[in-house]
């Protein structure tokens, strides 16, 4: 091991000896490394044209012999070194510079040609599509209107890119290489959205407007005329651009009716009072009559069976219409006001929650809203002695008094328009002030006995 590195640096010594003779007697100096690629970077649109004709400029000027890549006295790269490193140990005299065309043969061979890379916005579906479009209409105005492209192009952009197929080289050489590359299936799509020809829609038109053609019309119509028609038509697509002839009133048994001159023009009313009126009456439906009665007697049923349970609520429930105060008789207390119910208190201690067959409450808070996630015994409100109103969580849920939480076994004052908040169903808790007025001066009077 030892032996053959030393024979390894020796043959190196003498290569490199044998470099700076020739330099030496050349009279040329060895030029400095430096790295032959480029940082890739994505390019705009108009780089991308540029780009391209540059690559064509310098395309011609390496064919007159001028090659700007590696001269005969620059120094070998790490690969070729290791090369020489590798070889034996006889000293090998310099190779001849080899050609600059086969140096540019050579690295054409070795860079991969990218074909998509300088079309732009234009994309190869876009350039088949201008194509096919102006082989069929021979109109680039009409190829503007009629072709729906992968992007937005005005009618400037769209003639400057036929121009650029039919007499830039560089743009159409790369523009065919991409269009070879497509897929057959998107080929085949981009041939079916090709734009109908006059002498199309002429034998088209010649199908009869009261007649009801089928697929075997028009395909015995493709048949008959095959160079008239485009290679990718179909009997669908034939039938399909009919229809949309015949509804633009296009065939030639179809004839427009030009507009009225003059006085002859109707107005909205004129036209109007031509409608017959005995026309416009509905059918009688005697399906939707019946469904209408039999849903009459069920809400009829429904309000008699809530009529008949009036007797078994405890607390009286009267329906809300507007903001106004409500009206406090002798008997009520204080009145917990929701937005569609209000339930009068009169009797000093009532309990709050959900009612249920086996569970029956003063104030069941379902009749407000939605109450699944209110307890079945959810609080109770009480009248003190000396006219003070509190209430008491007895449930799972918090209630909010003012915006406040009463968690469960906790209680809290209530004073007049306080706001009590229950699992999303809000209430306004109102004192009939005169009636507790009595009762705190009964209070008065009898604490000094």
């Known amino acids: 091991m030892a032996s053959g590195t030393a024979s390894r640096s020796e043959d190196e010594e003498s290569l490199a000896g044998q470099k700076r003779a020739s330099s030496q007697a050349l009279g040329t100096i060895p030029k400095r490394r430096s790295s032959s690629r480029f940082i890739k970077r994505k390019k705009f649109d108009d780089e991308l044209v540029e780009s391209s004709l540059a690559k064509s400029s310098t395309r011609a000027k390496g064919a007159s012999g001028v090659e700007p890549g590696r001269c005969s006295g620059s120094e070998p790269s790490s690969s070729e070194k290791k090369k020489v490193s590798k070889a034996p140990s006889t000293p090998v005299p310099p190779s001849p510079a080899p050609a600059p065309g086969l140096t540019k043969r050579v690295k054409k061979s070795k860079q991969p040609l990218q074909v998509t890379k300088d079309l732009g916005r234009w994309k190869p579906a876009d350039d088949l599509l201008l194509i096919n479009a102006v082989l069929q209409t021979n109109d680039l105005t009409s190829v503007h209107l009629g072709v729906k492209f992968s992007c937005r192009f005005t009618l400037r952009e769209v003639q400057e890119r036929w121009y650029a197929l039919l007499y830039d080289p560089v743009i159409s050489k790369l523009a065919c290489q991409a269009m070879r590359q497509l897929h ?49 038509r179909t009997a669908k697509a034939l039938q399909a651009h009919w229809q949309l002839m015949k509804q633009y009133y296009l065939l030639e048994d179809q004839t427009v009716q030009p507009l009225p001159k003059g006085d002859q023009v109707l107005n909205f009313s004129d036209a109007e009072d031509l409608i017959d009126d005995s026309k416009l009456k509905d059918m009688r439906d005697e399906v939707l009559e019946h469904e209408l009665t039999v849903a009459d007697r069920r809400q009829k049923r429904e309000i008699r069976q809530l009529e008949q349970e009036l007797h078994k609520w405890q607390v009286l429930v009267d329906s809300i219409t507007g903001m106004s105060s409500p009206d406090f008789d002798n008997q009520t207390l204080a009145v917990l006001r929701g937005r569609m119910v209000r339930y009068l208190m009169r009797s000093r201690e009532i309990t709050l929650g959900r009612a249920t067959k086996d569970n029956q409450i003063d104030v069941d808070l379902s009749l407000e809203g939605p109450a699944w996630k209110i307890s079945r015994k959810q609080g109770v409100i009480k009248l003190k002695n000396n006219g003070d109103f509190f209430i008491a969580n007895e449930g799972r849920r918090p209630i909010y008094i003012d915006g406040r939480p009463v968690l469960c076994g906790s209680k809290w004052r209530l004073s007049n328009n306080s706001v009590v908040e229950i699992a999303s169903l809000r209430f306004v808790f109102l004192i009939n002030q005169d009636l507790i007025a009595l009762i705190r001066a009964e209070a008065a009077k009898i604490m000094p006995q």
């Not at 002498?199 to 010649?206: D, F, G, I, M, P």
Request: hydrophobic share 40%; net charge negative.
């Open 184 to 232: 057959p299936e998107a080929i085949a799509a981009i041939q079916s959205k090709a734009l109908f020809s006059k002498a199309e829609e002429q034998l088209l038109s010649k199908v009869g407007s009261t007649s009801q053609p089928t697929l075997e019309t028009f395909q015995d119509l493709l048949h008959r005329h095959p160079d008239a028609f485009y290679l990718a």
